[in-house]
């Protein structure tokens, strides 16, 4: 399975952006899904997950109520709406398909990632 993330881009505090992840296969649309994000000298870490069908969520708490996942089920597709975005939220974001439907928070458990895009939000 092949992830390609696309969307990142440069913008000002308070503004927002679209991410979105496309699957070569689609497989993948059987598969929970995530966005992660690294920001420079830290972990990668969970920004949110969905399961398979988008019909379950979970956000990391430094996003919530900011960020929106959502999933398209025929096309394998996995989107993240970001508003009112913060200097901190400055990290290269990275789409991942986990090995199971469900809905997962663990990065372990997931086996396919995109190359990653750069989300700038200046200040």
């Known amino acids: 399975v092949q992830l390609q993330a696309s969307g990142g881009g440069v913008v000002q505090t308070g503004g927002s952006l679209t991410l979105s992840c496309a699957s070569s296969?689609?497989?993948?649309?059987?598969?929970?899904m995530g966005w992660f994000r690294q920001a420079p000298g830290k972990e990668r870490e969970l920004v949110a997950a969905?399961?398979?069908?988008?019909?379950?969520?979970h956000y990391s708490d430094s996003v919530k109520d900011r960020f929106t996942i959502s999933k398209d089920v025929r096309k394998g597709t996995v989107t993240l709406q970001m508003n009112s975005l913060k200097p901190e939220d400055t990290a290269v974001y990275y789409c991942?398909?986990?090995?199971?439907?469900?809905?997962?928070?663990?990065?372990?458990?997931?086996?396919?990632w995109g190359q990653g895009t750069l989300v700038t939000v200046s200040s």
């Open positions: 991942a398909s986990a090995r199971s439907s469900g809905l997962v928070a663990t990065k372990s458990l997931y086996n396919y």
């Open positions: 969905v399961d398979w069908r988008g019909g379950s969520s």
């Open positions: 296969r689609r497989t993948a649309s059987n598969n929970g």
